[in-house]
């Protein structure tokens, strides 16, 4: 069954920044960590570490198109953008872009960007980071 990436890590990112703790807060005190229960929620969510970073992109025909360089937190706490890297070998030469996560799908352990070729995410504008002030 395809899932859509973007839900599952907004998913998990509501679960992880939403979560509470079961203990009472005394006035001028922080409590930190979740509570045991959400613990086994979170859990049984991904790991972008694990499960999506470094990973390759498939194109519609199996094609490997790209890697999970980065996941882009928006402000508002989602999980907006991944940034893929295309072409290039060791790093170098390489040209990243920046994909809404929503246009990812998963089809059994690929990460798939329906519609893409290496050409066409190579033509897209080239994603940097932006500097510290």
């Known amino acids: 069954m395809k899932r859509s990436v973007a839900a599952i890590l907004l ?22 960590g979740i509570a045991g229960d959400e613990l086994k929620i ?3 969510g991904w790991s972008a ?18 890697s999970i360089d980065d996941l882009i937190v928006a402000p508002d706490r989602s999980i907006s953008y991944a940034i893929i890297g295309v072409g290039g070998f060791l790093g170098l030469r390489k040209h990243d ?29 080239e994603f940097h980071y932006a500097k510290p002030a």
């Open 11 to 32: 998913c998990s990112l509501a679960l992880g920044v939403t979560a509470r703790t079961a203990h009472a807060q005394a006035a001028g005190s922080v409590t930190l």
């Open 97 to 125: 872009v920046a994909i809404p996560v929503s246009q990812l799908k998963r089809d059994g352990h690929k990460l798939v960007l329906p519609g893409a070729t290496k050409d066409a995410l190579k033509a897209l504008p």
């Open 42 to 44: 979170v859990a049984l």
């Open 49 to 66: 570490k694990r499960q999506i970073l470094g990973k390759s992109v498939h194109n519609d025909d199996g094609k490997k198109i790209g």
